[in-house]
């Protein structure tokens, strides 16, 4: 299930399922992170539909009112954000995002917590996230790009229907590093974009 964050409790947690290093190996991006105590992520992603009032209790006030902060789509500028949520627990499995009009198109990314990754979310994720582009923004083309040595995100886009595409061999991440670059393409007619109302046709 994906859905926005609601508030910046959501989109904290949806930041730290990527912040270990196994994912950052891939992505790169810590520092646009919110720094958080390490010994804090594994309390951050334990929070599911049971826990997560008590958690919120627990902060401090002034903590507690800046989690508590709606989060609106729009504070993504034009990227939108989307937490990976485990339907049955209520927790923050990933977040996948979407970013419209880069300099290499309309670019789709996303990460998984350490214990949803190899279960199927991914692939879940990048269809629902298609999906979001196609039917409600009006893309009618989506872009991806990864590491050549990254397996699981290359089988991800495989099974979702990604296609090779042309773009930059090279890529650096936020952290400055440097690494070899694979893009693919998901494209769909016209005239199956922007089924929601609220979606405009899009390149």
């Given at each position: 299930?994906?859905?926005?964050?609601?508030?910046?409790?959501?989109?904290?947690?949806?930041?730290?399922?990527?912040?270990?290093?196994?994912?950052?190996?891939?992505?790169?991006?810590?520092?646009?992170?919110?720094?958080?105590?390490?010994?804090?992520?594994?309390?951050?992603?334990?929070?599911?539909?049971?826990?997560?009032?008590?958690?919120?209790?627990?902060?401090?006030?002034?903590?507690?009112?800046?989690?508590?902060?709606?989060?609106?789509?729009?504070?993504?500028?034009?990227?939108?954000?989307?937490?990976?949520?485990?339907?049955?627990?209520?927790?923050?499995?990933?977040?996948?995002?979407?970013?419209?009009?880069?300099?290499?198109?309309?670019?789709?990314?996303?990460?998984?917590?350490?214990?949803?990754?190899?279960?199927?979310?991914?692939?879940?994720?990048?269809?629902?996230?298609?999906?979001?582009?196609?039917?409600?923004?009006?893309?009618?083309?989506?872009?991806?790009?990864?590491?050549?040595?990254?397996?699981?995100?290359?089988?991800?886009?495989?099974?979702?229907?990604?296609?090779?595409?042309a773009g930059p061999a090279r890529h650096t991440l936020a952290d400055g590093r440097v690494i070899d670059a694979l893009w693919f393409e998901h494209a769909v007619a016209r005239d199956a974009t922007a089924r929601c109302a609220a979606g405009a046709p899009a390149r």
């Amino acid at each position: 299930m994906l859905h926005t964050p609601r508030d910046h409790l959501d989109l904290l947690i949806g930041w730290v399922a990527g912040a270990d290093s196994a994912a950052q190996h891939w992505l790169g991006d810590v520092a646009r992170k919110e720094p958080v105590d390490p010994r804090q992520v594994e309390t951050l992603l334990r929070i599911d539909r049971g826990n997560r009032d008590k958690v919120m209790r627990a902060l401090p006030d002034a903590r507690r009112a800046q989690m508590a902060a709606p989060f609106w789509p729009s504070d993504g500028g034009p990227t939108s954000l989307l937490l990976v949520v485990e339907e049955a627990t209520g927790r923050v499995a990933g977040l996948s995002q979407l970013t419209i009009g880069t300099e290499r198109g309309n670019v789709m990314g996303g990460w998984l917590a350490p214990d949803f990754r190899g279960r199927g979310f991914g692939a879940e994720a990048a269809r629902a996230t298609l999906r979001f582009g196609h039917e409600h923004l009006g893309l009618e083309a989506v872009r991806a790009g990864t590491d050549p040595s990254n397996e699981a995100s290359r089988r991800v886009l495989a099974a979702t229907g990604f296609v090779p595409a042309a773009g930059p061999a090279r890529h650096t991440l936020a952290d400055g590093r440097v690494i070899d670059a694979l893009w693919f393409e998901h494209a769909v007619a016209r005239d199956a974009t922007a089924r929601c109302a609220a979606g405009a046709p899009a390149r």
